[in-house]
């Protein structure tokens, strides 16, 4: 059984500057891919930045270059460093874990972020 923990969220200014963490644990095959997402009211819940540790990261558009995904692979653990915070980026975040080939299935309980304006 894989269970993700995600920490950090906040309120904050725009222009601000957030760092999200996550661990992740159970077996590593599960954990190949680490994610993390978010929902911003009403909307569907997007992907914004991808690790596989290592080997590659991707970004969504609207935060290449403002975000920074990293991962500890031992510890199980990624973090998300986010900077220039405006109101769009508020939402709750999630962390999410997946093997290779198959869909994000392990979910954190999510971390609400605010930015204001």
């Known amino acids: 059984q894989v269970q993700v923990v995600e920490s950090g969220g906040g309120l904050v200014h725009a222009g601000g500057s957030l760092r999200l963490a996550c661990v992740a644990s159970?077996?590593?095959?599960?954990?190949?891919?680490m994610g993390w997402f978010r929902q911003a009211p009403e909307k569907q819940r997007e992907l914004v930045a991808e690790v596989v540790v290592g080997i590659r990261t991707t970004y969504s558009d609207s935060v290449k270059g403002r975000f920074t995904i990293s991962g500890v692979n031992a510890q199980n653990t990624v973090y998300l460093q986010m900077n220039s915070l405006n109101p769009k980026d508020t939402g709750v975040y999630y962390c999410?874990?997946?093997?290779?080939?198959?869909?994000?299935?392990?979910w954190g309980q999510g971390t609400q972020v605010t930015v204001s304006s």
């Open positions: 999410s874990v997946r093997p290779v080939g198959s869909p994000y299935s392990y």
């Open positions: 159970g077996s590593s095959s599960d954990i190949a891919y």
